[in-house]
Nanobody, 127 residues
Framework: VQLQASGGGLVQAGDSLRLSCAASGRRFSAYAMGWFRQAPGKEREFVAT????????HYADSVKGRFTISRVNDKNTMYLQMNNLKPEDTAVYYCAADWSPYSSSRYSDEEDQYDYWGQGTQVTVSS
């Protein structure tokens, strides 16, 4: 599967953005999906994940209550709605897919569980 992340940009603190991740190929619902981010000079970190059946989600503590992950399997697309953005959310955001055909309720916050990665989209939040 190929992943294409989009929707990043330059916003002010308190603003909102919605990131999209479009996937090519078939059986999108067989992938657990996740968002990760990497700020300058820092390691890539987990942001949010969603199971293939859309039922289960999990967030990093730093974004819980502000970010919402979702997916539309019929459109092969995953989203990350980011509200009340803070300067510390500034990073390159990556979407990732974890092939999970035998467990539609699987998700993961571990980077090494993911098989495919998108190219990243820059989010910059000014104070």
């Amino acid at each position: 599967v190929q992943l294409q992340a989009s929707g990043g940009g330059l916003v002010q603190a308190g603003d909102s953005l919605r990131l999209s991740c479009a996937a090519s190929g078939r059986r999108f619902s067989a992938y657990a999906m996740g968002w990760f981010r990497q700020a300058p000079g820092k390691e890539r970190e987990f942001v949010a994940t969603i199971s293939g059946n859309r039922v289960r989600t999990h967030y990093a503590d730093s974004v819980k209550g502000r970010f919402t992950i979702s997916r539309v399997n019929d459109k092969n697309t995953m989203y990350l709605q980011m509200n009340n953005l803070k300067p510390e959310d500034t990073a390159v955001y990556y979407c990732a897919a974890d092939w999970s055909p035998y467990s539609s309720s699987r998700y993961s916050d571990e980077e090494d569980q993911y098989d495919y990665w998108g190219q990243g989209t820059q989010v910059t939040v000014s104070s």
